[in-house]
């Protein structure tokens, strides 16, 4: 390990640290209305705990590089930390500490009793064998493992990992403490103590968010039209769930491009080439897009479900969707926020739309604390059930104090936390 900050100082914002600077203009706005002071928003702006370690990996070729690793635990005042690990070549400090503050918003908001962490390592895992990356992985998991485990901090699949990631790192962190420990990662594979619906839970969550989004807008779902953008974990389910209610998926893209048929895309067909090439392109029958043009489509329903910051400033006049539901995290700029509020697009937000991950992650938890296992109608139904209430919570909450829901969602999750924070007091 070669750092550990304990309650650094509130981060300051480094340039082209934007995505850290959005997440910190939400928190803003919402101790704003809430009425909160500054030493509150520095409490809630600034992360508990942060970690930076080297992982210097030997290359199946016999020549060593070394990585470089992070894990930001922003907050622990509802329960333990709760936040995935991301593998991308673009993963910064301030990317992770951004994304660690959103998870403890997200947490509070479905009322899972955790705080907000996030990980990432900077590494392309195309450019790396599964050998390599189960090295890469085993190194990581060791240098936080102080900081890790079912009662610290548990972390989950997000961009470049997946299910084997959280088999080896519970394996790692296992091997250490001397006896298998399930609940130190969730997001596991079904036959290592994974949940049933887990892999497919936030594309549930982001569907069922979809629904009631352009119901709420009068849109009948069957026959109405959508178009996502990545075709990864969560963009892939979430095509196909649109696609089995009847919708038309006319535009889909990953990293390598984009395609559309304004017939509505065949999603199963889809996924079948994916799974034998690697990308949406190519796909036959299908149009090419190119650059950002599926962020501009004449739809009913925008689902980005890549990276961060893709609606911005420089292209949200140009959104013509009715509703957008962010199945990625901070998709939107608050500058591309105030926009869609004027051109009245209903914009649900990431810490809802895409929270049924971390909901049936919270599952997965419970039923490895338990070591009994609940079936898939269970697990769903259950994901259903807090995707409902958050979804009229957030809209209630908008109605009320006048507000769009992202900062309505922020707005409520932030005063269950700093409540929180609150009733158990300041130690020492
Ligand atoms: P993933 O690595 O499985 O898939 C990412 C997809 O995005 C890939 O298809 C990739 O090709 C594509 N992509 C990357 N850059 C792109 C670009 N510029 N344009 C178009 N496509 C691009 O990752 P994932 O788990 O699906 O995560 C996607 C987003 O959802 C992230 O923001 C992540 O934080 C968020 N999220 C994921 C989960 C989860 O359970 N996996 C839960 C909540 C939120």
Not at 26 to 49: E, H, I, N, W
Not at 86 to 111: F, G, H, I, N, Q
Not at 368 to 375: D, G, L, P, V
Request: charged content about 20%.
């Amino acid at each position: 390990m070669t750092a550990v900050v304990d309650s650094p100082t509130t981060p300051a914002i480094a340039p082209g640290a934007s995505v850290l600077a959005d997440a910190r203009s939400q928190l803003k706005t919402a101790t704003d209305v809430l009425g909160f002071d500054d030493s509150m928003f520095a409490m809630l702006a600034t992360p508990r705990r942060e970690v930076t370690v080297s992982i210097p990996l030997r290359r199946d070729n016999g020549t060593y590089e070394v990585l470089t690793g992070h894990r930001v635990q922003h907050n622990f005042s509802r329960g333990p930390a709760k936040g995935g690990l991301r593998y991308s070549p673009d993963v910064t400090l301030d990317e992770v500490r951004a994304l660690a503050m959103w998870m403890t918003w997200k947490c509070a908001l479905l009322d899972v009793p955790y705080g907000g962490a996030k990980g990432g390592v900077r590494i392309d895992p195309r450019e790396h064998s599964q050998a390599e990356l189960e090295r890469v992985t085993r190194r990581y998991t060791s240098e936080i493992s102080p900081l890790i485990g079912p009662e610290r901090d548990i972390p989950a699949p997000d961009i470049g990992t997946d299910e084997r990631t959280m088999a080896w790192m519970m394996d790692t962190y296992s091997v250490q403490q001397g006896h298998t420990v399930l609940g130190v990662t969730t997001g596991k594979p079904i036959a290592l103590g994974g949940s049933l619906g887990r892999a497919t839970a936030t594309s549930r969550g982001v569907a069922h968010v979809a629904f009631a989004a352009l119901t709420d807008r009068g849109i009948t779902v069957a026959g109405a039209t959508a178009a996502v953008q990545g075709f990864g974990k969560v963009g892939r389910y979430a095509a196909r769930f649109l696609a089995e209610a009847g919708m038309k998926v006319v535009a889909v893209s990953d990293q390598y491009g984009a395609i559309a048929d304004e017939r509505g895309l065949d999603v199963p067909a889809l996924e079948e080439h994916v799974d034998a090439t690697g990308s949406v392109v190519g796909f036959a029958g299908s149009d090419v897009l190119e650059g950002s043009a599926l962020l501009e489509l004449d739809v009913d329903l925008l689902v980005p479900a890549a990276v961060e910051g893709v609606l911005h400033a420089g292209n949200a006049e140009r959104v013509k969707a009715k509703v957008i539901v962010e199945g990625a995290n901070g998709p939107t700029t608050p500058e591309a926020d105030d926009i869609f509020r004027r051109n009245d697009i209903l914009v649900a937000p990431d810490i809802l739309a895409n929270a049924g991950g971390v909901v049936v992650s919270y599952f997965e938890w419970v039923q490895s604390s338990q070591a009994f296992w609940w079936s898939a109608d269970e697990v769903e139904s259950r994901l259903a059930q807090r995707m409902d209430i958050a979804w009229r919570d957030v809209n209630a909450a908008a109605r009320k104090r006048g507000l769009a829901l992202r900062d309505a969602a922020t707005v409520l999750a932030v005063e269950r936390v700093a409540q929180a924070h609150l009733m158990r007091g300041l130690y020492p």
